[in-house]
């Protein structure tokens, strides 16, 4: 599975941005996003369920963080608002190839992940 995905931003704070993450292989998987600041460890940012009716967030994040997926396009997005400058990270989708596979915060439980996008908020 290779994930391509787009939305490099700079972008000042209150404003949004949008995060696309498009799957080869014609198939829905359960989908997820993370992020990592520098110095810090790759947190867990949201993740859709392969129907699209289960969706997580991190708490800090919900209101102003919203998944969601494209079937037409094999692709999930993640809808930013209101960005903070500590939204500084670069953003990482994530992918869980498995069968029976369910929405989950844990890194480990996805099995293939993009190249990662720079998202950057000045104040």
């Known amino acids: 599975v290779q994930l391509v995905e787009s939305g490099v931003g700079l972008v000042q704070a209150g404003g949004s941005l949008r995060l696309s993450c498009a799957a080869s292989?014609?198939?829905?998987?359960?989908m997820g996003w993370f992020r990592q600041a520098p110095g810090n460890d790759r947190e867990f940012v949201s993740s859709?369920?392969?129907?699209?009716?289960?969706?997580v967030y991190a708490d800090s994040l919900k209101g102003r963080f919203t998944i969601s997926r494209d079937y037409d396009k094999y692709a999930a997005y993640l809808q930013m608002n209101n960005l903070k400058p500590e939204d500084t990270a670069v953003y990482y989708c994530?992918?869980?190839?498995?069968?029976?596979?369910?929405?989950?915060?844990?890194?480990?439980?996805?099995?293939?992940w993009g190249q990662g996008t720079q998202v950057t908020v000045s104040s």
């Open positions: 994530a992918v869980d190839s498995s069968l029976g596979a369910t929405i989950s915060q844990l890194e480990n439980e996805y099995n293939y």
């Open positions: 292989g014609r198939t829905f998987y359960t």
């Open positions: 859709i369920s392969r129907g699209g009716n289960n969706r």
